[in-house]
């Protein structure tokens, strides 16, 4: 059965009016990306944080699949926030997503439902990623999940397709920014994530795609 492609047209809808460049490389998140899946695992209602949300597009993803979630985009790239800010006024509810620009090394805060980290890890170094999980699991409500969807390193023609795509990206267009191309292999994720406390599964999304995702899903305890 093909896909329902009505949620991405709905989003992007609301990139109208941002550069061509942007808005082609919005495009090609939302068809390559397993946003869908994803989803499936954030909660469909409270409070959401997305790590390194760039453009926005996952953040809007949510806020239009569930008017219940507030949403927390945060990210590096001022430009891409402001971006992503000019396509939250287009929601109907535009106080379901909230924006803004992060620090590199701002550590993060707040208490949320569900915490989300979107091809993020891989710009950062081993142990900026392990600090970064470690602090998304601590800002988890009891009970509280973190998602993350990462590159994995299997099939093989899969993960160098992704890594030449990902290298334009980070080091010749310089559209994505990040330390560097440091992809780590699920189960070093899925050990970091078990180290923060959280019961972790494994989805991996590679069938159907053509890059090799992999989808871990973390679950504090309920204390």
């Known amino acids: ?22 808005r082609l ?6 068809r390559s990306c397993p946003f869908e899946a994803v989803a499936a695992h954030v909660t469909a209602d409270g409070h959401v944080l997305d ?30 926030i402001a971006i992503a800010e000019k396509a939250r006024r287009g929601l109907r509810d535009p106080d379901a997503v909230t924006l803004r620009v992060a620090t590199p090394d701002e550590p993060l805060s707040g208490s949320f439902d ?28 009891p009970g509280g999940r973190l998602v993350v969807k990462e590159t994995a390193l299997t099939p093989s023609w899969k993960y160098r397709l992704t890594a030449l795509q990902e290298d334009a990206m980070v080091r010749v267009l310089r559209v ?41 899903v973390g679950t504090a305890s309920g204390r």
Request: charged fraction near 25%; glycine fraction near 8%; charge should be positive.
């Open 51 to 80: 790590v390194g949300c760039g453009h926005g597009a996952f953040a809007m993803y949510l806020g239009l699949s569930s008017p219940a979630r507030s949403v927390v985009g945060i990210d590096v790239d001022a430009r891409k």
């Open 1 to 22: 059965m093909p896909a329902d492609r009505s949620l991405d047209r709905a989003v992007m809808k609301l990139y109208g009016d941002v550069p061509l460049p942007d």
């Open 25 to 30: 490389h919005i495009w090609l998140r939302l």
């Open 114 to 141: 569900t915490v989300v980290i979107v091809d993020v890890l891989y710009l950062l170094s081993p142990d900026r990623q392990r600090r970064v999980l470690a602090q998304a699991a601590a800002v988890l409500k």
């Open 176 to 216: 994505t920014k990040g330390d560097r191309r440091s992809f780590a292999p699920p189960e070093q994720i899925v050990g970091s994530m078990r180290d923060a406390g959280l019961e972790v599964v494994e989805i991996p999304l590679a069938r159907g795609h053509v890059h090799p995702h992999h989808l871990m």
